[in-house]
């Protein structure tokens, strides 16, 4: 017999509880939209990451509200109680049917005995409106280690940082140069009555006025586009590609920008794009096969060279590292419940050896793009630096862009609630002798 239809909310709880248990949205949310019907998918979406989104604020007040903690095997009845609260505070859905919804998911999930809890504690936040909140972690809806590195890291621009990571990012495309230009596909999306307009830096981006489900994009299933933020496009024209050329993609999955590379510039040599994930790796060869392109593809451990490299250098390679992503946060909620402080130091090691073992395999007069997904300085800057102090071949290329600041060692990039991610780039060379 199939197993009874969860209400939604009961399965954004769950979803929540798994997140809050170290899953992230994009592992825990995929299964879960195949337990709701087919017309609240969209929905079971906004209520995950619109609660990951307001965690740190809905928690305090529901805190605020419980006289005490549930226990641990009622946990998920916590994680209801925010999924309702953020329906309260941040939707326009009235507040009777909150209440009815979530007591309803209460009994669906197992816990009849505290439908009673979870009334009150929903008809005391309705009654009462939002609580004064004074700790800035709830006030800015973030991890408290978060607010005071950001305030550390950017004196003159972490609120900024910490609002733009509260607002939705919009969606922004990639158009594929070899099917067309950017100009022809305003036209196609606009036949379509999808409104866009041109990225500001990046050539070929196009940020849609409002997110759009990708079946509805003309010509996405036939590679005339990718969704992709448009900091994330700028990789390529630092890499500075020309015909002939290999180029290695060290950190590639899901690809997005190794189908970037390829789509940029026609006759490579080669390029061999790695990951470590055998799990995500097959996501690049979706994406290059949606795009109809071509490249080598290896999962492996991208710094044990002597694991996969067949001797030949590199002319190019871009080194995308594994990092804190926190310049994608308006994007990837969850990171603010999933991240922790003390992730930093061992990423930039991972970051430091990672760089070293490239730079063994890049061609002399070769160029190596480092690139990050972080706006704290550990993650970026500080790694090229002390690199360029160490690697006495290592020479730093001060791109002339009119994009992101320069921090004397790469150029950051904060997020711009009006258009792209936070994220770092540093371009390095090898001289020719
Ligand atoms: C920032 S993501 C890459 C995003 C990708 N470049 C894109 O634009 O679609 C970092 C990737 O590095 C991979 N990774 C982490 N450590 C690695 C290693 N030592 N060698 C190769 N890949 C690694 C992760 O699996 C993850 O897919």
Known sequence: MAAPMLSLRAVAAQVLLAVEQG?????????????????????????????????????????????????????????????????????????????????EACRDLGKPHLTGLVNGVLRGAERDGSPELTDPAAVLSHPLW???????????????VLAANNIQAPMTLRVNQRQGSREDYLERLAEAGIEGRPTRFARNGIQLVKPQPVDRLPGFADGAVSVQDEAAQLCTSLLDLAPGQRVLDACAAPGGKT????????????????????????????????????????????????????GQPFDRILLDVPCSASGVIRRHPDIKLLRRE?????????????????????????????ATCSVFPQENHRIIQRFLK??????????TVSWGRDMGAGRQLLPDPDSHDGFFYAVLTKPES
């Open 259 to 310: 189908c970037a590379i390829l789509e940029s510039c026609d006759q490579l040599d080669e390029v061999v794009a790695i990951d470590q994930s055998e799990e995500r790796l097959p996501r690049v060869q979706e994406n290059l096969d949606r795009l109809a392109l071509q490249a080598t593809l290896k999962a492996a451990d991208a710094a044990a060279t002597e694991q996969w490299w067949d």
């Open 342 to 370: 003390g992730d930093i130091v061992p990423l930039a090691a991972i970051q430091t050896g990672l760089l070293a073992a490239m730079w063994r395999i890049l061609k002399p007069g070769g160029r190596l793009v480092y």
């Open 23 to 103: 899953q992230s949205l994009s592992q825990a949310l995929p299964p879960a939209l195949y337990q709701v019907d087919d017309h609240e998918r969209s929905e079971l979406q906004a209520l995950c990451y619109g609660t990951c989104r307001w965690f740190h604020r809905l928690d305090a007040e529901l805190q605020q509200r419980l006289k005490k903690p549930l226990r641990k095997q009622d946990r998920v009845i916590h994680q209801l109680m925010l999924v309702a609260l953020f329906q309260l505070r941040f939707s326009q859905q009235a507040s009777y049917a909150v209440l009815n919804e979530a007591v």
């Open 146 to 160: 978060m607010v005071e590195k950001l305030r550390h890291n950017w004196p003159d621009d972490w609120e900024a």
């Open 390 to 399: 160490q690697q006495t071949d290592a020479r730093l290329v001060e791109p």
